[in-house]
């Protein structure tokens, strides 16, 4: 059975092989891919979010409250665009993107980089 911390990492592994396939081949197949590896990804790391932050003695209830308690705990830099990602997750589940495959595509890329840059990715190498 994998631990909380290979899902991570696989999940992190997954959107960067996604977003390469859509880099070199721009098909609808391939963008289905990076949405549902974003989502994974972005599942995976407010969980473990969560998870920090309640260890903390804090409260995350949501999503949301979890970035923004982990940011107040110097976790994660640009809450922002953490946020963004919660919403983009959260609208492509519904399909309702309102933004284009190439900003949704970029946002994925954005998202990889600053869970790359946390500390959080860092304890769980």
């Known amino acids: 059975m994998e631990s909380k911390n290979e899902k991570l990492l696989k999940a992190i592994q997954h959107l960067e092989e996604a977003l390469l396939q859509y880099r070199n081949k721009k098909t609808e197949l391939n963008f ?19 998870r920090i932050v309640e260890d903390e003695g804090l409260e995350a209830p ?4 979890a970035i923004k308690q982990a940011a107040k705990l110097h976790l994660i830099s640009d809450p922002e665009k953490w946020l963004e990602a919660i919403e983009a997750r959260n609208n492509s589940v519904h399909d309702y993107f309102g933004i284009s495959e190439q900003e949704y595509s970029e946002l994925a890329k954005e998202f990889l980089n600053l869970v790359r840059g946390s500390k959080i990715f860092h304890s769980v190498d």
């Open 32 to 50: 289905l891919t990076v949405s549902k590896a974003f989502e994974t990804l972005v599942e995976y790391v407010w969980r473990l979010l969560k």
């Open 62 to 65: 949501s999503p949301k409250m």
